[in-house]
């Protein structure tokens, strides 16, 4: 019997201006398979900078997926999401609306921006590790992702605002 292929780690970038939050989205995934490297920002302005690898993010890997708290402070999620959507050079990164919101009309507003899916977060620990875990493992272990150019990862750094 062949082993299994050695899943390389999966960059993702968590959007959410709660702390909290962003701590349960590391926890839900600090033991799966994919071992997934996981950044952050708390705001939209630092998301951006993030993705276009600019100021204090000019070192940082591009994230093979965008997990988007839809309710940020400054600029709201679907505002990073349009700009997302809108620029050749992100628009090919996946992006999770993943809100407290379930808002017919926020969900709406969501897929019209380009999200490539909409997720509730669940009020419920176990369900909210469940969830993120899921999200997990759709992403790496069933879609199909674009390859990344070799000069897309130029080093693992862990950043945080």
């Known amino acids: ?89 992100l628009r090919q990164i996946p992006v999770v609306a993943f809100s407290s919101s379930g808002s017919a009309a926020d969900i709406a507003r969501s897929y019209e921006a380009g999200a490539n899916c909409c997720v509730t977060k669940p009020a419920d620990l176990k369900r909210f590790f469940s969830a993120v875990r899921a999200i997990e493992e759709f992403w790496f272990g069933y879609a199909v992702l674009p390859r990344r150019e070799s000069n897309d990862r130029p080093t693992y750094t862990h950043s945080a605002d």
């Open 1 to 89: 019997m062949s082993e299994p292929p050695e899943i390389q780690p999966r960059e993702i970038l968590v959007v959410d201006d709660n702390p909290a939050d962003v701590t349960l989205v590391r926890e839900s995934l600090a033991e799966t398979v994919y071992q997934s490297h996981v950044h952050s920002t708390s705001d939209a302005n630092h998301a951006l900078e993030y993705l276009h690898q600019r100021g204090k993010y000019r070192t940082t890997v591009r994230p093979d997926l965008v997990i988007l708290d839809l309710n940020l402070a400054e600029r709201n999620g679907h505002k990073v999401l349009s700009l997302m959507k809108s620029d050749a050079e």
